[in-house]
T-cell receptor
Framework: AQTVTQSQPEMSVQEAETVTLSCTYD???????LFWYKQPPSRQMILVIR??????QNATENRFSVNFQKAAKSFSLKISDSQLGDTAMYFC?????????????FGDGTTLTVKP | ETGVTQTPRHLVMGMTNKKSLKCEQH?????MYWYKQSAKKPLELMFV???????ENNSVPSRFSPECPNSSHLFLHLHTLQPEDSALYLC???????????FGNGTRLTVT
């Protein structure tokens, strides 16, 4: 079974600064996907960024980038130029591709507060 | 427009009631999921449907009964729930086994 660990329950950052959220996972699989999802106070969970394990290049999406260390089973999220709208709970997720419906395992989440 | 719509947004029910949660996705996805999100706990996968067929029941008590009449609709029928079942219930869909999840806004369920 896969496990996902987010060791930072809460973090805060000043607006316009950079923050890094950590995530580690444990798996014996070689082919998998990793995601960061964001859940703002409005509750809707939305995808932030996705990483395929077979790709060595770190994924980036505008101000969001990841540091994927496959050997260390680490998948951190860096948010640059933080904005007030980035305030949310962030979940790291591991997905094992499974025929037509992938099964995702989530971490406990990190609550990020961006301060003005 | 989220693409995945859940109703109702809030639900309060007694332990002897029967109610249903509804989820509809407008994304043409093939897989749909129910997740339970409780305070201080990670998201728990409850059920997975793939092309209308249930492919996963993650040891969920029988007081939760899913129904997937077609690839666009998913229901969660509730009966004789316990107070510890109070949580946010999230519906999600995905195109296939390598695609990310698209979530609805969730139903905040309170069992009294």
């Amino acid at each position: 079974a896969q496990t996902v660990t987010q060791s930072q329950p809460e973090m805060s950052v000043q607006e316009a600064e950079t923050v890094t959220l950590s995530c580690t996972y444990d798996t014996s699989e070689s082919n998998y996907y990793l995601f960061w999802y964001k859940q703002p106070p409005s509750r809707q969970m939305i995808l932030v960024i996705r990483q395929e394990a077979y790709k060595q290049q770190n994924a980036t999406e505008n101000r969001f980038s990841v540091n994927f260390q496959k050997a260390a089973k680490s998948f951190s999220l860096k948010i640059s130029d933080s904005q007030l709208g980035d305030t949310a709970m962030y979940f790291c997720a591991f997905m094992k591709p499974w025929t037509n419906a992938g099964k995702s395992t989530f971490g406990d989440g990190t609550t990020l507060t961006v301060k003005p | 427009e989220t693409g995945v719509t859940q109703t109702p947004r809030h639900l309060v029910m007694g332990m002897t009631n029967k109610k249903s949660l509804k989820c509809e996705q407008h994304l043409g996805h093939n897989a749909m999921y129910w997740y339970k999100q409780s305070a201080k706990k990670p998201l728990e996968l409850m059920f997975v449907y793939n092309f209308k067929e249930q492919t996963e029941n993650n040891s969920v008590p029988s007081r939760f009964s899913p129904e997937c009449p077609n690839s666009s609709h998913l229901f969660l029928h509730l009966h004789t729930l316990q107070p510890e079942d109070s949580a946010l219930y999230l519906c999600a869909s995905s195109q296939d086994g390598s695609s990310p999840l698209h979530f609805g806004n969730g139903t905040r369920l309170t069992v009294t």
